[in-house]
């Protein structure tokens, strides 16, 4: 969907209570967030509330009551308690304009664990309608489970990284689909040592953990193998942990898919 759409669609009140802005850059993306927010909390222009939206700046706090902005805390982690703190207002009725806005302002960085803890009071019914505008330089950073939820907006180009994750997807996914199919243990292990070089690389757990939860809404891919990814992801979060220790990330994921297939096999 297109920048013009979805704010016709607030203005008609007509907009769906998530929205996923992606592309663009961090400010393209504020800018437009808070203009639907605008719309959303009155629209017309001419009140305190309209008056008070439009002065809001990227990097700054909200002059708002209902309309809510998170930012990362440090470089690239938005957390469990943050997201937690920045909802627990959402039961609460609007204090003066029509509706609440909750903008996640860099959703790239809400980790695998920040994202599921979200999904309950996306999915919630309020008596005045809630918003919740996700910004992103690229949904792939988000959960499957997320996106299902949402409504995307794209501001065209995209930035950074998008390449890594592209292709660290594309191999996982053509390594697991082989596994999958021919049951050939070559192919798990490829799959392993594909996903140990990129955290080498760039310690980036959550991408991983976002690609292998993308694996099991896969349709091509169900039953036990769609297990064996849930609790590959699982482990590997868990010892994740150990990375504080000075343990390698090869060791981790070789540690954590040797525990999954174990369990595969007896399941199988
Ligand atoms: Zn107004």
């Given amino acids: 969907m297109k920048a013009d759409e979805v704010l016709k669609l607030a203005y008609e009140r007509k907009l769906h209570p998530v929205l996923i802005v992606e592309g663009g850059n961090s400010e393209k993306r504020f800018l437009l967030a808070v203009e639907i927010a605008k719309l959303l909390l009155c629209g017309c222009n001419s009140c305190s509330v309209c008056n008070r939206a439009s002065k809001i700046k990227y990097g700054e706090d909200s002059l ?4 809510r902005l998170l930012y990362k805390e440090g470089v690239r982690d938005t957390t ?11 039961e609460l009725a609007p204090y003066e304009a029509r509706s609440k806005v909750y903008i996640f302002v860099d959703g790239d960085t809400l980790n695998y664990s920040s994202q599921n803890s979200m999904l309950k009071v996306l999915e919630e019914n309020f008596e005045s309608p809630r918003y919740f505008i996700i910004l992103a330089s690229n949904k792939r950073f988000l959960l499957p489970t997320v996106l299902s939820r949402s409504l995307k907006v794209s501001l065209g180009e995209k930035e950074r990284d998008e390449n890594f994750i592209t292709i660290l997807e594309e191999k996982i996914y053509s390594l697991f689909r082989e596994f999958y199919k021919k ?18 690389e760039k310690e980036r757990i959550d991408d991983v953990l976002i690609i292998l939860n993308s694996l099991v809404s896969k349709s091509d891919i169900k039953g036990v193998e769609c297990e064996f990814i849930s609790d590959f992801a699982f482990l590997l979060l868990e010892f994740w942990g150990l990375r504080k220790m000075g343990i390698r990330p090869k060791k981790i994921v070789n540690y954590s898919l040797l ?3 174990k369990r595969y096999l007896l399941l199988k």
């Fill in 183 to 200: 049951g050939d243990l070559y192919y798990l292990l490829a799959m392993g040592e594909t996903i140990s070089s990129a955290l080498e």
């Fill in 64 to 67: 708002l009551p209902d309309l």
């Fill in 80 to 90: 469990v308690d943050s997201v937690r703190e920045f909802l627990s207002t959402v």
């Fill in 259 to 261: 525990r999954a297939y």
